[in-house]
């Protein structure tokens, strides 16, 4: 039977699967203890899906990033004016892939996961309250038992 943590993570894994195909940045599950995790992704999760439209500029931190990540130099220039320069072309021309009206890929794999997450909760929690009902009553029963030899009736 699966316990609240192999629920959790499962649901946090198939999050992490859907978006991570998105940025070359991996979102990371951390588990604080059995009942507690966190998913951390991209701060520039919905840029990496979606694209950038014209008119702002990404940050300049994360072009640097993305240069170095990437291995690219333009001729003449140093890391940060690669950076500087690529990102004043996003500023002005967009990305390839830009979709007007994107969605967010973490809500969109928040839903695709919720409601088998749900079910799964569910689940366990009903054998679980179940199996703990049953222990309570055999000691219950059990203690009755003791009591009623004391007594003839």
Same mark, same amino acid.
């Given at each position: 039977?699966?316990?609240?943590?192999?629920?959790?993570?499962?649901?946090?894994?198939?999050?992490?699967?859907?978006?991570?195909?998105?940025?070359?940045?991996?979102?990371? $599950?951390?588990?604080?203890?059995?009942?507690? @995790?966190?998913?951390?992704?991209? %701060?520039? =999760?919905?840029? /990496?899906? +979606?694209?950038?439209?014209?008119?702002?500029?990404?940050?300049?931190?994360?072009?640097?990033?993305?240069?170095?990540?990437?291995?690219?130099?333009?001729?003449?220039?140093?890391?940060?004016?690669?950076?500087?320069?690529?990102?004043?072309? $996003?500023?002005?021309?967009?990305?390839?892939? @830009?979709?007007?009206?994107?969605? %967010?890929? =973490?809500?969109? /794999?928040? +839903?695709?996961?919720?409601?088998?997450?749900?079910?799964?909760?569910?689940?366990?929690?009903?054998?679980?309250?179940?199996?703990?009902?049953?222990?309570?009553?055999?000691?219950?029963?059990?203690?009755?038992?003791?009591?009623?030899?004391?007594?003839?009736?």
């Amino acid at each position: 039977m699966k316990n609240f943590r192999d629920i959790a993570r499962k649901f946090l894994e198939g999050i992490k699967g859907d978006t991570d195909k998105y940025t070359s940045v991996k979102s990371q $599950i951390i588990e604080h203890n059995p009942e507690s @995790f966190s998913l951390f992704t991209a %701060d520039h =999760l919905f840029y /990496a899906k +979606n694209g950038r439209g014209p008119g702002k500029a990404p940050p300049l931190d994360a072009m640097l990033e993305f240069i170095k990540s990437k291995n690219i130099l333009f001729d003449g220039l140093d890391s940060r004016g690669t950076a500087f320069a690529i990102q004043q072309s $996003i500023k002005k021309k967009g990305t390839k892939n @830009f979709k007007p009206n994107g969605t %967010d890929p =973490l809500t969109d /794999a928040v +839903n695709k996961y919720q409601r088998k997450y749900e079910e799964d909760l569910n689940d366990f929690i009903t054998v679980d309250m179940n199996e703990r009902l049953n222990q309570e009553m055999k000691e219950f029963w059990a203690k009755e038992k003791e009591l009623l030899r004391n007594y003839k009736l």
